[in-house]
């Protein structure tokens, strides 16, 4: 049972624009939901993150965008760079359970071509 | 960086051998995590531990076994080694109220 999918699986962009992932979840009890960015041969590492009770979260040229009726959640970098070339993967989880542990999408290779 | 380090970086295998990953970290958390990553799938959960001799398993724990007897050691063994265990296995911690931090990844392959 997945219960994050993500989407899409792989993205290309130009140098500028802006690239969006998008996750759905299914649990309910899920509320806190972080983005994490992984380079080729490093472990992943967290880059943004939001909780339910806002609809948006912003740091720099990343944002969270939370539709917490749709169950949806989705990641928004402006003004692409070559540099964020990189793999993305959402997660969520429950953060007031007992056993803390985050359940993740199965990640999206962005590649930002110059 | 969160102090996270996992050992061996790499390492390669004959299979039916036993093999064990360690990590180690120096932030006193709580949580500790085994994932696998292999292309397609993403982060798959192995085991975690949530204390000293308290562990459970996670989504894709078959042929996997863990041990914490201490705070700061997580060790990973794979009992009889496969080639469907050709992976990238990655250890994280967490305090348990937000962010995990993730080490660099061991590399494993089983010939």
């Known amino acids: 049972q997945q219960q994050v999918k993500q989407s899409p699986q792989s993205l290309i962009v130009q140098k500028g624009g802006i690239s969006i992932i998008n996750c759905a979840y299914e649990n309910t009890a899920f509320d806190y939901f972080p983005w994490y960015q992984q380079f080729p041969g490093k472990g992943p590492a967290l880059l943004i993150a939001?909780?339910?009770?806002?609809s948006e979260k912003k740091e720099g040229r990343f944002t969270i965008s939370f539709n917490k009726s749709a169950k949806q959640f989705s990641l928004h970098i402006m003004d692409s760079q070559p540099g964020d070339s990189a793999t993305y993967f959402c997660?969520?989880?429950?953060?007031?359970?007992?056993?803390?542990?985050?359940?993740f999408g199965k990640g999206t290779l962005l590649t930002v071509n110059p | 960086d969160a102090g996270i380090t996992q050992s061996p970086r790499h390492k390669v295998t004959e299979t039916g051998t036993p093999v064990t990953l360690r990590c180690h970290q120096t932030?006193?958390?709580?949580?500790m995590y085994w994932y696998r990553q292999d292309p397609g799938h993403g982060l798959r959960l192995i085991h975690y531990s949530y204390g000293v001799k308290d562990t459970d398993k996670g989504e894709v724990s078959d042929g996997y076994s863990v041990s914490r007897s201490k705070t700061e050691d997580f060790l990973l063994t794979l009992e009889s080694a496969t080639s469907s265990q050709t992976s990238v296995y990655f250890c994280a911690i967490s305090g348990g109220w937000a962010e995990a931090f993730f080490g660099q990844g061991t590399r494993l392959t089983v010939v």
């Open positions: 997660a969520a989880t429950n953060s007031g359970g007992s056993n803390y542990k985050l359940t």
């Open positions: 939001i909780r339910p009770d806002v």
């Open positions: 932030e006193n958390h709580r949580y």
